[in-house]
């Protein structure tokens, strides 16, 4: 998780905008929700990670996660959208959405 974590800048904005989402702000939210992933998907690894477009300093990207649910021991995905603002090499700012096109129009917008 700090390797992960090293990757924003301590000020980072993130927010959700999917619909089921009740977090959002700093580094650390992200982390608390992360883990809370990691508990329902204790061996989830990386299935997908697609660059969707690239807009300056901004690019979106499609992410799946794919494992074991802890719930239920049968498969799970986990697929978000995401656009991230890089500076420095390092994360400033990270949106989330339920759908490729929601991620893209928001892109543009920027």
Not at 2 to 25: I, K, N, Q, T
């Amino acid at each position: 998780m700090e390797g992960l974590l090293a990757y924003f800048h301590p000020d980072a904005m993130l927010r959700d905008h999917r619909h089921m989402a009740s977090w959002g702000g700093t580094p650390q939210d992200w982390r608390t929700m992360v883990e809370g992933w990691w508990s329902l998907l204790p061996d989830g690894r990386l299935k997908r990670l697609e660059s969707l477009r690239a807009s300056g300093r901004r690019n979106a990207h499609t992410v799946t996660v794919a494992g074991t649910d802890s719930i239920t021991g049968g498969p799970a995905e986990l697929e978000f959208h995401a656009v991230i603002e890089m500076a420095d090499g390092l994360v400033i700012a990270c949106d989330y959405f339920d759908d490729e096109a929601s991620a893209l129009k928001y892109l543009d917008r920027l």
